[in-house]
């Protein structure tokens, strides 16, 4: 599908960068404001979408691809799971809560949480992208 | 609580148009206008979490879906051809059935307003001084039942799996 | 009692779409339309009357919050009802690919 207007691919080169850190800002607070891992997952897909709808596929073409969405999610998931086994390696339980807390309502507290939140961040951020490159701007031919 | 009314009656009259309408690009931002009203009656019940995360999706769903119309067909051809009436019959048995047995087991829950929160006050008093997060909801989902948010984590990559394979390429090789 | 029965009735709308319509697009919307009922219902069953959000600002603040338990209940299952209709949709635009229609009664005569 083609590209859209030169006033669209201007504010979209002025404004996916934001979009991309507003994404990355909710995750890192999830543990202090609402949102979390999903909420920023879902906005930082959103910014990579808006960059391929307004500049079409054919420009998009050398530079995403399906194998790195699938290794981004791939890797995200490694890690969160990696996050909750390291309480088994210290001798205790599953989803053992093992870095310090520290003080409450400061960005570095709350244990795991952080870690967990930007694991989950990437794998649904990822894997969202990677559904809509399947269903949008995959090379599937209509007439066979 | 009149806006809580009048953001229900906007979501079924949109539900309902959504079905109903012809054009299929018209149903999908039908399904926007459902989504929108979900998610600021999320606010209402001070979920900011859920708020949040149903406004992104939705907005997400009807991409989707634009991106699925455009490529085939805008008009839904089904509309005018003979109509069959038993499905239809059926449902509305059912649909009657269902909505006097469901207002039977409504009776049964607390009022709406008034929830036991037996588990839910351990939570409150004890999820800052325990986990040191002060968004309780995320202290619940990544603490004290982090299980779920893995089987989730799952689901998510078992459905992106799922699309991937669906649209592969069916390449002749010889 | 009323914003209860409502989610109910949207259910029912969205289960009237699944059953008695016959393209695919307006099946996928009725499956969509039950998700967002049945998250709802759960957010509606949480609500505490002139209590606030359950995030705590002030360390000393008294603690009259609502009920977060079906809140992260809910939060997982929107995500998860986004990848269940990005399924269904891969699933028609494949059939169309084929079949070079939407209609269900038109696809069961042809039978590849």
């Not at chain 1, 201007?10 to 800002?25: D, E, K, P, Q, S």
């Not at chain 1, 202090?32 to 959103?46: E, K």
């Not at chain 2, 949109?14 to 109903?20: G, K, M, Q, R």
């Not at chain 2, 009022?111 to 995320?138: C, D, E």
Request: charged share 10%; glycine share 10%.
């Amino acid at each position: 599908m083609g590209g859209m207007t030169v006033i669209v691919k201007t504010i979209t080169r002025l404004i996916a960068g934001f979009i991309f850190l507003y994404g990355v800002y909710i995750v890192l607070h999830g543990h202090l404001t609402p949102g979390g891992g999903f909420a920023g997952g879902v906005i930082i897909a959103a910014a990579f979408i808006l960059l391929i709808l307004s500049f079409g596929t054919l420009e998009m073409k050398e530079r995403v691809s399906y194998a790195f969405g699938s290794l981004l999610e791939s890797i995200g998931g490694l890690m969160f799971i990696l996050v909750a086994a390291f309480g088994l390696l210290l001798g205790s339980y599953f989803f053992l809560n093992f870095i310090p807390k520290g003080t409450p309502l400061r960005l570095v507290s709350a244990g795991i949480i952080p870690l967990a939140n930007i694991a989950i961040g990437i794998k649904v951020g990822a894997g969202l992208f990677s559904i809509f490159l399947a269903l949008g701007a995959s090379k599937y031919i209509m007439k066979e | 609580m009149v806006e809580l009314y009048l953001l229900l009656i906007a979501m079924l009259g949109a539900a309902v148009v959504a079905i109903e309408i012809k054009d299929l690009l018209a149903a999908a931002v039908s399904m926007g206008i459902v989504g929108f009203s979900v998610a600021i009656m999320f606010i209402l019940v001070q979920a900011p979490d859920l708020a949040i995360v149903q406004i992104v999706v939705e907005v997400l769903t009807v991409v989707y879906f634009a991106a699925v119309i455009l490529r085939t067909t805008h008009i839904d051809s089904t509309i005018g051809v003979k109509p069959q009436y038993l499905p239809t019959i059926v449902y509305f048995v059912f649909g009657t059935l269902f909505l006097i047995i469901a207002l039977y087991a409504l009776r049964d829950l607390p009022r709406f307003g008034f929830p036991i929160m037996k588990v839910a006050s351990f939570y409150i008093n004890n999820g800052l001084t325990q986990t040191g997060a002060a968004n309780v909801v995320a202290s619940i989902i990544l603490d004290y039942r982090g299980y779920d948010t893995l089987g989730e984590a799952v689901v998510l990559f078992t459905s992106v799996l799922g699309v991937l394979t669906i649209m592969r390429r069916l390449g002749k090789k010889e | 009692m009323i914003p209860l029965i409502a989610c109910i009735i949207l259910f029912l709308v969205g289960l009237y779409g699944v059953v008695a319509k016959r393209n695919l697009i307006k099946i996928a919307l009725g499956f969509c339309l039950m998700e967002y009922a049945v998250n709802l219902f759960f957010a509606f069953i949480g609500f505490k009357k002139d209590c606030l959000a359950p995030i705590v600002t002030q360390l000393s603040a008294p603690k009259n919050f609502v009920d977060p338990i079906p809140q992260a209940l809910v939060l997982t299952a929107i995500v998860i009802g986004l990848g269940t209709t990005a399924v269904m949709l891969a699933l028609a635009l494949r059939i169309y690919g084929k079949y070079k229609t939407f209609d269900i009664g038109e696809i069961r005569r042809l039978k590849g």
